[in-house]
């Protein structure tokens, strides 16, 4: 079983729907969570992380963690053709704080 | 402008050359990182280090080694040892929270 686990898509959203991207984890005691977009040949942006049970908004972008279920997601509202992008989740490691687990990552494609 | 800048951008090597990929930091982190990336793969750890003079090995150390002798500093070596170098290697630098910010990225091929 791998440790961050994502559908590696592509998934397919209409222009100005909602995209929602799931991640699940295998370590319980894992403390934080994070969403990273990298878009084609660059590196990857940090664009949320999230510490608590519950919902955590910035502008169009929803993440949402579950610890009960080891599950964490990432809504993205009004959806535009720039954010066309593989996104990463990415998992501290219980044992080691400093450490981050990453998936492999969903591909999302914004279809005008 | 405080940022992470890796170099070179692309790099190619030749069959038992060692080559070395600079990552410099002006965010006055403390803990820096390397990754390796795969075509349609996450990233996985290589070495990482949380202070200068020290660093630990990741998950896949074998082929390569680091020196972190300047906080801002954190230069990866791909030796020859390393079977299989062609990837895009990414480094990452921490502040005080858990969260990591990562260079442009440097993109090594195998002649």
């Known amino acids: 079983q791998k440790e961050v686990e994502q559908n590696s898509g592509p998934l397919s959203v209409p222009e100005g729907a909602i995209a929602s991207l799931n991640c699940t984890y295998s370590?319980?005691?894992?403390?934080?969570f994070f969403w990273y977009r990298q878009y084609s040949g660059k590196s990857p942006e940090l664009i949320m992380f999230i510490y608590s049970n519950g919902d955590k908004e910035d502008g169009r972008f929803t993440a949402q963690l579950n610890k009960a279920s080891q599950y964490v997601s990432l809504l993205i509202r009004d959806s535009q053709p720039s954010d066309s992008a593989t996104y990463l989740c990415a998992v501290t490691r219980y044992s080691s704080a400093s450490k981050i687990i990453f998936g492999s990552g969903t591909r999302l494609s914004i279809r005008p | 402008d405080g940022g992470i800048t890796q170099s070179p951008k692309y790099l190619f090597r030749k069959e038992g050359q060692n080559v070395t990929l600079s990552c410099e930091q002006n965010?006055?982190?403390?803990?820096m990182y390397w990754y390796r990336q795969d075509p349609g793969q996450g990233l996985r750890l290589i070495y990482y280090s949380q202070i200068v003079n020290d660093f630990q090995k990741g998950d896949i150390a074998e082929g390569y080694s680091v020196s972190r002798e300047k906080k801002e500093s954190f230069p990866l070596t791909v030796t020859s040892a390393q079977k299989n170098p062609t990837a895009f290697y990414l480094c990452?630098?921490?502040?005080?929270?858990?969260?990591?910010?990562f260079g442009p990225g440097t993109r090594l091929t195998v002649l």
């Open positions: 965010l006055n982190h403390d803990a």
């Open positions: 370590d319980r005691g894992s403390q934080s």
């Open positions: 990452a630098s921490r502040g005080g929270g858990d969260e990591q910010f």
